[in-house]
Structures are given as structure tokens and as C-alpha cells.
């Protein structure tokens, strides 16, 4: 898995969007995935709610919204490998209602100037991308534009 995982971050270099998201159940692999990549390629994964989580409780509430673009942009350029390479895992953060974000859209941003590999922390189900259920004040769902879904199942 993590060879055609590879081969698939190595072709996304010449799209235009250059997202990938892994998608799968909880506990079908996603992180231990992201984490063998990152290996394999001399970098690191970036914990987006610890790191970024941290950054943005030390400043004021009203100046949240604001800032985490730059502050995910900043973070991005310390933890990139390969040069245009970012790892990500647990963005749920990006979905807190308080951030006033379109968390898909804010990580196609960072995808255009640089290969972004994320774990999805919600589900691909019909050509979709949901995150939470329905009724739920974080719930999102998405189209596949602008993004190659990589789906591992538990028992691949």
C-alpha cells in the first residue's frame, strides 16, 4: 500500500491541485500509513491539532479566524519534505465551528503551491466526503473536485 501510495504522490506533482486524502474507517491504517510515508520520504507529519491547536490558544478568540491560514502556512513550511511535501493528521480542529473555515477548501489552497497528503477524519461514501452526521454543527460534505481520494480499508 505504501508503494502505490507513493507512486500516486510522486504523479499528483504535475496537477494543478495537488491534495490527497486518506480515507478509511477508524483503525483501518490512515496514520500508521502517513507515518510510514513520511518515513520513507525523511520527513515528519504534522499533528494539526496539537501543533497548530497550540498556536492558536495563544491568541484571542476574534483573531482566530483570522490567523489560522497563516499560521497552518507557516507551520506547513517547517514540517515540508522533499521539498514541496506536507504530511498532515488530525485536522479535525480545522472543523471547530469557532475558526469560521471551509476545511476542504483551505487545504486545496495550501495544495496548489505544494503536494498536501491528509488523513480525511470522515468518511467517502457515494463519490462524497461527509465529516460528522448530519445535524451535527461541524457536519460538512464535499465533493471529489480538486482532490485524489486514496481509500484503504481494513483489510488491505
Known amino acids: 500500500m505504501l508503494e502505490r501510495l507513493g507512486k500516486i504522490v510522486d504523479e499528483i506533482a504535475a496537477l494543478q491541485t495537488k491534495l490527497i486524502l486518506l480515507v478509511g474507517e477508524p483503525g483501518s491504517g490512515k496514520t500508521p500509513l502517513l507515518v510510514k510515508l513520511a518515513d520513507s520520504?525523511?520527513?515528519?507529519?504534522?499533528?494539526?491539532?496539537?501543533?497548530?491547536?497550540?498556536?492558536?490558544?495563544?491568541?484571542?478568540?476574534?483573531?482566530?479566524?483570522l490567523k489560522v491560514n497563516e499560521e497552518l502556512k507557516a507551520l506547513a513550511d517547517d514540517y515540508v519534505c522533499e521539498k514541496d511535501l506536507v504530511l498532515l493528521d488530525n485536522i479535525e480542529l480545522l472543523f471547530d465551528q469557532s475558526l469560521k473555515l471551509d476545511p476542504l477548501e483551505l487545504l486545496k489552497?495550501?495544495?496548489?503551491?505544494?503536494r498536501v497528503v491528509a488523513v480525511w477524519p470522515g468518511e467517502l461514501r457515494e463519490g462524497r466526503l461527509s465529516y460528522a452526521v448530519m445535524g451535527h454543527s461541524e457536519y460538512q460534505d464535499?465533493?471529489?473536485?480538486?482532490?485524489?481520494?486514496?481509500?484503504?480499508?481494513?483489510?488491505?
Open 41 to 65: 520520504r525523511d520527513g515528519q507529519v504534522l499533528n494539526v491539532g496539537v501543533v497548530l491547536g497550540k498556536r492558536l490558544a495563544a491568541l484571542p478568540h476574534r483573531q482566530r479566524p
Open 142 to 156: 464535499y465533493g471529489l473536485d480538486g482532490l485524489v481520494p486514496f481509500e484503504i480499508n481494513k483489510n488491505s
Open 109 to 114: 489552497r495550501h495544495a496548489h503551491s505544494r
